[in-house]
Nanobody
Framework: QVQLVESGGGLVQPGGSLRLSCAAS????????ISWYRQALGKERELVAS???????NYADSVKGRFTISRDNAKNTVYLQMNSLKPEDTAVYYC?????????????WGQGTQVTISS
């Protein structure tokens, strides 16, 4: 079964750090790139960061210099290191994979993990 499982969310104070993980199942035949999106209450889902299979990265302007996306191919896992967190970073964070499985190409979503920044 192809799936993405996020973990690492939680409640932290402003200025704190969190590291999110997105573990992709071994059922994927190829993962082209993985992205992190977030959706705050009452807002549209937005792209936070992405990383290609070659390691190229892209960030939203709002997180540049604070967030770092990385991948461990051996573990089939992508990480989002979030530093200097702000209350406006509060959202549900979703992992998304542009990937190929036995049924073909598709975009796959994880279940999401809540990140809350509050004092």
């Amino acid at each position: 079964q192809v799936q993405l499982v996020e973990s690492g969310g939680g409640l932290v104070q402003p200025g704190g750090s969190l590291r999110l993980s997105c573990a992709a199942s071994e059922s994927f035949l190829r993962i082209n790139y993985i992205s992190w999106y977030r959706q705050a209450l009452g807002k549209e889902r937005e792209l936070v960061a992405s990383i290609t299979s070659a390691g190229s990265t892209n960030y939203a302007d709002s997180v540049k210099g604070r967030f770092t996306i990385s991948r461990d191919n051996a573990k089939n896992t992508v990480y989002l290191q979030m530093n200097s967190l702000k209350p406006e970073d509060t959202a549900v964070y979703y992992c998304n994979a542009d990937a190929v499985s036995r049924t073909g190409w598709g975009r796959y979503w994880g279940q999401g993990t809540q990140v809350t920044i509050s004092s």
